[in-house]
């Protein structure tokens, strides 16, 4: 018990980077799909949410268009190529919602370097770009609940 309340008081007090990271709104939710051209149906003429942008973002092999739903986006994302993680997680026979994007205000950098400290694995040590030329970096799920987590940055 004594030893328990020492560690708490040493990583409040003598920990400096503890809860400095600043969380300011969900960014975006990142939801594969097979194809975007057969899933915007429903985004757009069920729910009425317009598709202002697409792109194709090379290095994680996906073809991405975005939807603003109020300050939310949805970020859809279709394979483009059989090696592309994406795909390995449909092929997995899961669909939906893949990750979480938290928009952080203060700097991915140092959001890294906080929920590391904490015990939080990383898929990316360091910000690299993403869609929309954010700085993004993802943490991996075994350590998030399960929640794919990226943390972006504008
Ligand atoms: N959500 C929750 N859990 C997931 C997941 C997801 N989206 N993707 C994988 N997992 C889980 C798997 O279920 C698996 O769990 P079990 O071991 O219990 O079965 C575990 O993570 C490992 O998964 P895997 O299938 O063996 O796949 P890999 O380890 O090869 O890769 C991951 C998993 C998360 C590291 C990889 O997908 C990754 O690096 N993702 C980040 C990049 C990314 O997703 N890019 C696409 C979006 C790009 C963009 O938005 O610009």
Same mark, same amino acid.
């Given at each position: 018990?004594?030893?328990?309340?020492?560690?708490?008081?040493?990583?409040?007090?003598?920990?400096?980077?503890?809860?400095?990271?600043?969380?300011?709104?969900?960014?975006?939710?990142?939801?594969?799909?097979?194809?975007?051209?057969?899933?915007?149906?429903?985004?757009?003429?069920?729910?009425?949410?317009?598709?202002?942008?697409?792109?194709?973002?090379?290095?994680?092999?996906?073809?991405? $268009? +975005? &939807?603003?739903?109020?300050?939310?986006?949805?970020? @859809?994302? =279709?394979?483009?190529?059989?090696?592309?993680?994406?795909?390995?997680?449909?092929?997995?026979?899961?669909?939906?919602?893949?990750?979480?994007?938290?928009?952080?205000?203060?700097?991915?950098?140092?959001?890294?370097?906080?929920?590391?400290?904490?015990?939080?694995?990383?898929?990316?040590?360091?910000?690299?770009?993403?869609?929309?030329?954010?700085?993004? $970096? +993802? &943490?991996?799920?075994?350590?998030?609940?399960?929640? @794919?987590? =990226?943390?972006?940055?504008?």
């Amino acid at each position: 018990m004594c030893s328990l309340f020492i560690k708490y008081l040493c990583t409040k007090y003598l920990n400096p980077i503890i809860n400095d990271m600043k969380i300011s709104h969900i960014e975006h939710l990142g939801i594969a799909v097979q194809s975007i051209e057969e899933s915007l149906p429903f985004f757009k003429d069920v729910l009425g949410l317009e598709c202002y942008a697409t792109e194709v973002v090379e290095d994680q092999k996906v073809k991405t $268009a +975005f &939807l603003k739903c109020g300050e939310v986006k949805l970020e @859809l994302l =279709e394979p483009t190529s059989p090696e592309s993680t994406i795909q390995k997680w449909l092929d997995k026979g899961n669909k939906g919602v893949h990750h979480v994007a938290f928009c952080i205000e203060d700097g991915v950098a140092n959001a890294l370097a906080e929920v590391s400290e904490k015990g939080v694995r990383l898929i990316d040590e360091k910000p690299r770009k993403g869609a929309e030329n954010l700085n993004i $970096a +993802f &943490l991996h799920p075994k350590s998030t609940c399960g929640i @794919l987590t =990226e943390l972006c940055e504008h």
